[in-house]
């Protein structure tokens, strides 16, 4: 599979771009940026070129991994989709309903394969814990607790500069994190209630269809002494909690693209594709609902 990098920025250099070059199961054939020098730039870094006609590279390659900002992400991924290009997506797919539902109705009218790179879906430890809990079931109530300090003074995070991370916080970065895990296990959500905390901390609450609940509290701004992530679960075979991330997001990405890779072959949409990437954007929609509105929010 020949694919394409679309972003420059350091989520790309860090991470997509290494393992592109790496995956033995793909030929990385360029890179397009919206500044075209830094296209060039990493490119050249790993020996591909750098494209400054989007509509070329979608023409040469089969699929693109996508490592843009959630309000450029949309637009670009259903051009690609339209190009006939399989698609590594970035979370959140998008800022809005619209614009995710957008991205999942391009992939299912196109018939190509998509997956969303949450990267702890595809961590190590946590595929097998996480299809383990959702076999069991039973489960009565979750707690969710995503806290970063990339906005936290003394933070050295290289994301401090991403002008969405700083406009939309913790709710639409870490939450898709914690949604993506949550949901194959206690079910879809029926409704979500947000409260405010300090800065841009935000806790929700969700009732799942199912009929358990659980509880999600989101930062990007808590003391970097107290950062941190975690997963509890509890029901009637007890409590379990999600395997610590012992491995960084490039295995987890070499996972990502062997599921591409599968879906692709397969003809057959991954669950962690276009679809499951829009009704995240819906429960991330309904919670800023429910903190303007105050209240709970049907989803």
Do not use: N
């Not at 972003?7 to 054939?29: D, I, K, S, Y």
């Not at 290289?158 to 700083?166: D, T």
């Amino acid at each position: 599979m020949r694919i394409g990098l679309l972003g420059t920025g350091p989520w790309a250099e860090r991470v997509h771009a290494p393992v592109l070059a790496e995956h033995p199961g793909l030929e990385f054939a360029g890179v397009w940026g919206r500044r075209p020098e830094a296209a060039e730039a990493l490119g050249a870094a790993h020996g591909v070129p750098g494209y400054a006609d989007l509509d070329r590279l979608l023409a040469e390659v089969d699929a693109v991994s996508v490592a843009l900002p959630p309000s450029v992400q949309p637009g670009l991924a259903v051009r690609a989709a339209e190009a006939g290009c399989h698609l590594l997506l970035d979370k959140p797919v998008a800022l809005t309903v619209p614009d995710a539902r957008a991205v999942a109705e391009a992939v299912r009218a196109r018939k190509v394969a998509s997956v969303v790179f949450f990267t702890v879906r595809f961590g190590g430890p946590q595929i097998p814990w996480i299809e383990e809990q959702a076999e069991l079931g039973g489960w009565f109530t979750g707690r969710s607790d995503w806290l970063g300090s990339v906005f936290a003074p003394g933070s050295a995070s290289p994301y401090a500069a991403s002008p969405w991370r700083e406009e939309k916080g913790a709710l639409w970065d870490v939450g898709p994190h914690a949604l993506s895990v949550l949901l194959p296990v206690l079910g879809d959500v029926a409704q979500v209630t947000a409260v405010a905390g300090p800065l841009d901390t935000v806790h929700l609450v969700l009732r799942h269809t199912g009929g358990a609940s659980s509880t999600l509290a989101l930062s990007l701004t808590a003391p970097v002494a107290a950062g941190g992530t975690g997963m509890e679960l509890r029901g009637e075979h007890g409590v379990a909690h999600l395997p610590a991330r012992g491995e960084g997001p490039l295995a987890a990405m070499h996972r990502a693209l062997d599921a591409l890779l599968a879906a692709a072959a397969s003809g057959e949409q991954h669950p962690c594709g276009a679809d499951f990437g829009l009704r995240v954007v819906e429960v991330l929609a309904g919670a800023e609902r429910s903190l303007a509105t105050g209240g709970p929010v049907e989803v």
